[in-house]
C-alpha cells in the first residue's frame, strides 16, 4: 500500500515535465533571448524586413515585387501603410504600422472607406504653443489608431522649416527646434498613452522633397547637432519613442539609414534611445550597411533585402550577432503591441468626441497677422465671400500626411453655422463652378493624394467684384494654398500671390473702402507666404493654415469672437523669398554622376547636393541677429485684448546647476485671452559666434478674464546655455554675462535680466 502511494505522485510529476517540455516555445515579453536562438536565419531576415506594400489602384510594375507567400496572408487592416512579418510557430504576430501625421492615412478607397479624424496640420498644432492641448490631440492619433487595430503610428514628423517652400513643411513644426522638440514630445506622449508607438520622423535633415531619395545634404557638424538633430534629441530624452524612422536623405555622403554615427552612436550612445529604428519606405540602398548601422526594420520591405540579408550572413560580410540585435528590438517591439496583447478593438472611434477637440485645436493654432479695428465681426449684416477655398476648404496637406474623412466643414458652412449670412450672387456663382469643375475631378487613389489635381481660381470681372460692395457689409477673401509629400513649393504662384489674385484684393478693397466697409483675408495653406505687397489693401488678415476636418468652424470661430486666437507663429514670414538665409540654396543640385540609388515610387529622384551654407541661421536666428526686416517675425501673433508682462525676476544672479526666471502677465484688455509667453536667451558669442537670441522656453497662459494676472516661470538648466562646439565635439556654456529676455515674441520683448556664469561649463 506505502509503495503504491509513494508510485503514484513520483509517476504523476513525471508526466507534468515531460507535457511541459514539450509545450511549443511562444514569444513574451520575459523569453526574448530563448526566442531569439530558436529562430532560423531565414526568420531573423524576415523579421526585420516588412512584408511589402500594395496601394489599390497603383499600376503595376511602379511598386517592387513583393513575395508572393506574404500575399497569401490577409492583412490585418486592409489600407495601412505597411506590417512586419509574422513567426506563427513560435506566437510572433505580425503588427501593423499606419501613417500619418494629421490622421491615420488609410489608402482604401472602396465603397466603405475608414475613416479618421482629419486633425490640423502640423505646423498649426506648433502655432498653439500649448503643449497640453497638443498632447491631447496628439491622443487622439493614438485612440483611433487603438480602435482600427494598428500599433505604430507613423508621427510626429517634425524636421524644420529650413525654407518656406519646403513640400511637407505643413506636417513639421518650426524652424525653432526647442519648440519643434517639445511639441512633438507633447504629440508622441498623446499618442503612447494609448498603448500604440510613435514612430518619430524623418531623422535627419530632410529639409525637402525635390530629388528627397538621392539628396546628399551638407552641413557642418555645429549645424546638425544645434538645428536638424537638436528637436529630435528633445523627444528622445523628454519621452520614451517606441520607434524611429531615418530619413531618405544622405548626410555629408552617407544615406541617414546606414549612418552608424548617427544611428548607433548619436542616437543610441550618446542619447541613451532603447526603441527600434526603422527605414522610411523604400529608403537607403545597401540593406546589410543598414542593419550594420542599427537600422532595424527595413519598410515597407522586399524580398530580395531578406536574401541579401541571408547571403550576407552566410558569407560573413553580416555578423550574427549584429542581425541578432535587431531581431531583439523588432520583437521587444511586437511584445509591446496591442495586436500581441491582443487588444479587442472596435472599428468605432470616438469621431464625433474627436472633431470637437479638433475644432478647438484648430482655432488655439490660427494667427492673426493684421487687425485695423475690424475684428471680431459683431452686428455683420453680410457677408461677400471669395475664393475657392472658402467653399472647398484645404483642410491638409497631400501625401502620407492625407485623411480619408467623413465630411470637411469649410467657411462658407461655418460662418453660417455662426450666423452670418451669405451674398446669394457670390456664393452661388462659387457653388456652380466647383460643382462643374469637381465632376471632371477623377475618383480618389493613390495617384491624386501624391499628385492632387487642384482646381483652378475661378476668375470674376471687376464688374461683380465692385457690385458686391453695393449689396454686402464686408468681404472675406480666401487664399487657398495645397502643397505635399513628392514635390516643393514653387516661388510664383505659390509662394507669392498670383497676378489675378492681387486684382481681386486690390478691387474689392478699394470698392468696399470707397463704402467705408471691411475687407478681411483668410490665409488657407500650409507654409509661409508672401504678405508684404498686398497687406496694405486689406484690414485684417488671419493665418488659418489647414485647420483640418472642423476648420470651416475654427474659422468662423476666430471672426465672430466666439474664440480670442492666441496662436503665434513658429516661422517667420519675409518679406521677400530671398530675404530667407537659404534661398539661393534650395532645393538643391542635380550632379553629373552615375545614378545607382533607390528608387522612389511617388516621384522621379536625381542625385543630388544641397549646402546649408547658412549653417546655423536658420529663420530668426538669421533676421534677427543680422537684422533682416521681416513681415511677421517669429512668435508674433495679435490677440482681441492687451497683455502687460511685469514683475520679471530670477532665482539667482550667478547660474550654479540651474536658474528660475518668473514672470507676471495680465489681461489689461476688455475680453478674456490667452498670451504665449515666449523666453529667449542672448548667450556670450567670445569664443562661438551665436544669434542674437535663442528660444529657451515657452507657456501659454490659463484663459484670463480681464484685469486677472498669472504668474509664469522657467527653469534653465546648463544644456539651455550650451553651444555645440565641433572643435572639441562637446556642449559648452561660455563663461560671461547671459540675458534673458521674455516677451510677446522674438522681437516684442517686455522684460529683460542677466546673470552670470563664472567659468566655461563643459554640458556633455
Given at each position: 500500500?506505502?509503495?503504491?502511494?509513494?508510485?503514484?505522485?513520483?509517476?504523476?510529476?513525471?508526466?507534468?515535465?515531460?507535457?511541459?517540455?514539450?509545450?511549443?516555445?511562444?514569444?513574451?515579453?520575459?523569453?526574448?533571448?530563448?526566442?531569439?536562438?530558436?529562430?532560423?536565419?531565414?526568420?531573423?531576415?524576415?523579421?526585420?524586413?516588412?512584408?511589402?506594400?500594395?496601394?489599390?489602384?497603383?499600376?503595376?510594375?511602379?511598386?517592387?515585387?513583393?513575395?508572393?507567400?506574404?500575399?497569401?496572408?490577409?492583412?490585418?487592416?486592409?489600407?495601412?501603410?505597411?506590417?512586419?512579418?509574422?513567426?506563427?510557430?513560435?506566437?510572433?504576430?505580425?503588427?501593423?504600422?499606419?501613417?500619418?501625421?494629421?490622421?491615420?492615412?488609410?489608402?482604401?478607397?472602396?465603397?466603405?472607406?475608414?475613416?479618421?479624424?482629419?486633425?490640423?496640420?502640423?505646423?498649426?498644432?506648433?502655432?498653439?504653443?500649448?503643449?497640453?492641448?497638443?498632447?491631447?490631440?496628439?491622443?487622439?492619433?493614438?485612440?483611433?489608431?487603438?480602435?482600427?487595430?494598428?500599433?505604430?503610428?507613423?508621427?510626429?514628423?517634425?524636421?524644420?522649416?529650413?525654407?518656406?517652400?519646403?513640400?511637407?513643411?505643413?506636417?513639421?513644426?518650426?524652424?525653432?527646434?526647442?519648440?519643434?522638440?517639445?511639441?512633438?514630445?507633447?504629440?508622441?506622449?498623446?499618442?503612447?498613452?494609448?498603448?500604440?508607438?510613435?514612430?518619430?520622423?524623418?531623422?535627419?535633415?530632410?529639409?525637402?522633397?525635390?530629388?528627397?531619395?538621392?539628396?546628399?545634404?551638407?552641413?557642418?557638424?555645429?549645424?546638425?547637432?544645434?538645428?536638424?538633430?537638436?528637436?529630435?534629441?528633445?523627444?528622445?530624452?523628454?519621452?520614451?519613442?517606441?520607434?524611429?524612422?531615418?530619413?531618405?536623405?544622405?548626410?555629408?555622403?552617407?544615406?541617414?539609414?546606414?549612418?552608424?554615427?548617427?544611428?548607433?552612436?548619436?542616437?543610441?550612445?550618446?542619447?541613451?534611445?532603447?526603441?527600434?529604428?526603422?527605414?522610411?519606405?523604400?529608403?537607403?540602398?545597401?540593406?546589410?550597411?543598414?542593419?550594420?548601422?542599427?537600422?532595424?526594420?527595413?519598410?515597407?520591405?522586399?524580398?530580395?533585402?531578406?536574401?541579401?540579408?541571408?547571403?550576407?550572413?552566410?558569407?560573413?560580410?553580416?555578423?550574427?550577432?549584429?542581425?541578432?540585435?535587431?531581431?531583439?528590438?523588432?520583437?521587444?517591439?511586437v511584445a509591446q503591441s496591442s495586436t500581441f496583447n491582443k487588444y479587442q478593438y472596435s472599428n468605432q472611434p470616438k469621431l464625433k468626441?474627436?472633431?470637437?477637440?479638433?475644432?478647438?485645436?484648430?482655432?488655439?493654432?490660427?494667427?492673426?497677422?493684421?487687425?485695423?479695428?475690424?475684428?471680431?465681426?459683431?452686428?455683420?449684416?453680410?457677408?461677400?465671400?471669395?475664393?475657392?477655398?472658402?467653399?472647398?476648404?484645404?483642410?491638409g496637406g497631400s501625401g502620407s500626411g492625407d485623411v480619408i474623412k467623413e465630411y470637411t466643414v469649410s467657411l462658407d458652412k461655418g460662418?453660417?453655422?455662426?450666423?452670418?449670412?451669405?451674398?446669394?450672387?457670390?456664393?452661388?456663382?462659387?457653388?456652380?463652378?466647383?460643382?462643374?469643375?469637381?465632376?471632371?475631378?477623377?475618383?480618389?487613389?493613390?495617384?491624386?493624394?501624391?499628385?492632387?489635381?487642384?482646381?483652378?481660381?475661378?476668375?470674376?470681372?471687376?464688374?461683380?467684384?465692385?457690385?458686391?460692395?453695393?449689396?454686402?457689409?464686408?468681404?472675406?477673401?480666401?487664399?487657398?494654398?495645397?502643397?505635399?509629400?513628392?514635390?516643393?513649393?514653387?516661388?510664383?504662384?505659390?509662394?507669392?500671390?498670383?497676378?489675378?489674385?492681387?486684382?481681386?484684393?486690390?478691387?474689392?478693397?478699394?470698392?468696399?473702402?470707397?463704402?467705408?466697409?471691411?475687407?478681411?483675408?483668410?490665409?488657407?495653406?500650409?507654409?509661409?507666404?508672401?504678405?508684404?505687397?498686398?497687406?496694405?489693401?486689406?484690414?485684417?488678415?488671419?493665418?488659418?493654415?489647414?485647420?483640418?476636418?472642423?476648420?470651416?468652424?475654427?474659422?468662423?470661430?476666430?471672426?465672430?469672437?466666439?474664440?480670442?486666437?492666441?496662436?503665434?507663429?513658429?516661422?517667420?514670414?519675409?518679406?521677400?523669398?530671398?530675404?530667407?538665409?537659404?534661398?539661393?540654396?534650395?532645393?538643391?543640385?542635380?550632379?553629373?554622376?552615375?545614378?545607382?540609388?533607390?528608387?522612389?515610387?511617388?516621384?522621379?529622384?536625381?542625385?543630388?547636393?544641397?549646402?546649408?551654407?547658412?549653417?546655423?541661421?536658420?529663420?530668426?536666428?538669421?533676421?534677427?541677429?543680422?537684422?533682416?526686416?521681416?513681415?511677421?517675425?517669429?512668435?508674433?501673433?495679435?490677440?482681441?485684448?492687451?497683455?502687460?508682462?511685469?514683475?520679471?525676476?530670477?532665482?539667482?544672479?550667478?547660474?550654479?546647476?540651474?536658474?528660475?526666471?518668473?514672470?507676471?502677465?495680465?489681461?489689461?484688455?476688455?475680453?478674456?485671452?490667452?498670451?504665449?509667453?515666449?523666453?529667449?536667451?542672448?548667450?556670450?558669442?567670445?569664443?562661438?559666434?551665436?544669434?542674437?537670441?535663442?528660444?529657451?522656453?515657452?507657456?501659454?497662459?490659463?484663459?484670463?478674464?480681464?484685469?486677472?494676472?498669472?504668474?509664469?516661470?522657467?527653469?534653465?538648466?546648463?544644456?539651455?546655455?550650451?553651444?555645440?562646439?565641433?572643435?572639441?565635439?562637446?556642449?559648452?556654456?561660455?563663461?560671461?554675462?547671459?540675458?534673458?529676455?521674455?516677451?510677446?515674441?522674438?522681437?516684442?520683448?517686455?522684460?529683460?535680466?542677466?546673470?552670470?556664469?563664472?567659468?566655461?561649463?563643459?554640458?556633455?
Open positions: 500500500m506505502k509503495k503504491c502511494l509513494l508510485f503514484i505522485p513520483i509517476a504523476f510529476f513525471s508526466w507534468s515535465v515531460s507535457s511541459q517540455s514539450k509545450e511549443p516555445l511562444q514569444l513574451n515579453k520575459n523569453n526574448i533571448k530563448q526566442i531569439i536562438k530558436a529562430l532560423t536565419l531565414e526568420e531573423k531576415a524576415k523579421l526585420v524586413v516588412g512584408m511589402g506594400m500594395h496601394i489599390p489602384g497603383m499600376p503595376p510594375g511602379i511598386l517592387p515585387p513583393t513575395d508572393p507567400e506574404d500575399d497569401k496572408i490577409e492583412p490585418k487592416v486592409p489600407g495601412t501603410s505597411g506590417r512586419t512579418h509574422p513567426i506563427d510557430r513560435l506566437g510572433i504576430p505580425s503588427i501593423v504600422l499606419s501613417d500619418g501625421p494629421a490622421g491615420i492615412h488609410f489608402l482604401d478607397f472602396g465603397k466603405n472607406p475608414k475613416y479618421a479624424t482629419a486633425i490640423p496640420i502640423g505646423t498649426l498644432l506648433a502655432c498653439t504653443w500649448d503643449t497640453d492641448l497638443v498632447r491631447k490631440v496628439g491622443g487622439i492619433l493614438g485612440s483611433e489608431a487603438k480602435e482600427y487595430g494598428i500599433d505604430i503610428m507613423l508621427a510626429p514628423a517634425f524636421n524644420i522649416h529650413r525654407n518656406p517652400l519646403g513640400g511637407r513643411n505643413f506636417e513639421y513644426y518650426s524652424e525653432d527646434p526647442f519648440l519643434s522638440g517639445n511639441i512633438a514630445a507633447a504629440v508622441t506622449n498623446g499618442i503612447q498613452e494609448h498603448g500604440i508607438g510613435a514612430s518619430l520622423k524623418h531623422f535627419a535633415a530632410n529639409n525637402g522633397e525635390t530629388n528627397r531619395m538621392k539628396l546628399n545634404t551638407l552641413v557642418s557638424k555645429r549645424a546638425l547637432r544645434e538645428i536638424y538633430l537638436k528637436n529630435f534629441e528633445i523627444v528622445v530624452k523628454k519621452t520614451n519613442p517606441w520607434t524611429i524612422m531615418t530619413s531618405y536623405n544622405l548626410i555629408n555622403g552617407t544615406y541617414t539609414s546606414e549612418s552608424t554615427n548617427l544611428i548607433n552612436q548619436i542616437l543610441r550612445k550618446e542619447w541613451g534611445f532603447k526603441g527600434l529604428v526603422m527605414s522610411d519606405w523604400f529608403a537607403g540602398k545597401n540593406v546589410v550597411a543598414s542593419v550594420q548601422a542599427g537600422n532595424d526594420l527595413q519598410m515597407p520591405g522586399r524580398p530580395d533585402q531578406t536574401q541579401s540579408i541571408i547571403a550576407a550572413v552566410k558569407n560573413n560580410t553580416l555578423a550574427l550577432s549584429t542581425l541578432d540585435l535587431s531581431v531583439e528590438k523588432v520583437l521587444n517591439l468626441e474627436n472633431a470637437i477637440l479638433s475644432r478647438k485645436a484648430a482655432s488655439e493654432g490660427m494667427v492673426l497677422l493684421k487687425n485695423d479695428n475690424t475684428l471680431p465681426l459683431t452686428n455683420t449684416g453680410t457677408v461677400a465671400l471669395y475664393g475657392n477655398a472658402s467653399y472647398d476648404i484645404i483642410a460662418l453660417v453655422n455662426s450666423g452670418f449670412k451669405l451674398l446669394e450672387s457670390i456664393n452661388s456663382t462659387y457653388q456652380d463652378y466647383l460643382k462643374i469643375e469637381k465632376a471632371k475631378m477623377p475618383a480618389p487613389s493613390f495617384l491624386t493624394i501624391f499628385n492632387p489635381i487642384t482646381i483652378k481660381e475661378m476668375s470674376l470681372d471687376n464688374e461683380l467684384l465692385i457690385q458686391s460692395a453695393d449689396n454686402a457689409d464686408i468681404a472675406i477673401v480666401t487664399i487657398g494654398r495645397l502643397s505635399g509629400e513628392s514635390s516643393d513649393r514653387k516661388i510664383d504662384a505659390d509662394f507669392n500671390l498670383t497676378e489675378a489674385e492681387k486684382n481681386t484684393l486690390k478691387t474689392l478693397s478699394e470698392s468696399f473702402h470707397a463704402k467705408n466697409k471691411k475687407v478681411i483675408v483668410v490665409i488657407n495653406a500650409g507654409g509661409v507666404i508672401e504678405t508684404a505687397s498686398w497687406s496694405p489693401w486689406v484690414d485684417a488678415i488671419l493665418m488659418a493654415w489647414q485647420p483640418g476636418m472642423e476648420g470651416g468652424n475654427a474659422i468662423a470661430d476666430i471672426l465672430s469672437g466666439k474664440v480670442n486666437p492666441s496662436g503665434k507663429l513658429t516661422s517667420s514670414f519675409p518679406i521677400n523669398y530671398n530675404d530667407v538665409s537659404s534661398a539661393k540654396n534650395f532645393p538643391g543640385k542635380v550632379l553629373p554622376i552615375k545614378d545607382d540609388g533607390p528608387v522612389d515610387p511617388v516621384m522621379p529622384s536625381f542625385p543630388s547636393e544641397v549646402s546649408y551654407e547658412e549653417d546655423i541661421y536658420v529663420g530668426y536666428r538669421y533676421f534677427n541677429t543680422f537684422d533682416v526686416k521681416t513681415a511677421y517675425e517669429f512668435g508674433f501673433g495679435l490677440s482681441y485684448t492687451q497683455f502687460e508682462y511685469s514683475d520679471i525676476k530670477l532665482s539667482s544672479t550667478e547660474f550654479k546647476d540651474k536658474i528660475t526666471a518668473t514672470i507676471t502677465i495680465k489681461n489689461s484688455g476688455k475680453t478674456a485671452g490667452k498670451e504665449v509667453v515666449q523666453l529667449y536667451l542672448g548667450a556670450p558669442s567670445e569664443k562661438l559666434k551665436k544669434p542674437s537670441e535663442e528660444l529657451k522656453g515657452f507657456a501659454k497662459t490659463n484663459l484670463l478674464q480681464p484685469n486677472e494676472s498669472q504668474s509664469i516661470s522657467f527653469t534653465l538648466s546648463p544644456e539651455e546655455l550650451a553651444s555645440y562646439d565641433p572643435s572639441l565635439s562637446s556642449w559648452i556654456a561660455e563663461a560671461g554675462k547671459y540675458s534673458i529676455r521674455m516677451g510677446a515674441s522674438s522681437l516684442d520683448i517686455k522684460q529683460t535680466k542677466e546673470f552670470h556664469l563664472a567659468k566655461d561649463l563643459m554640458v556633455k
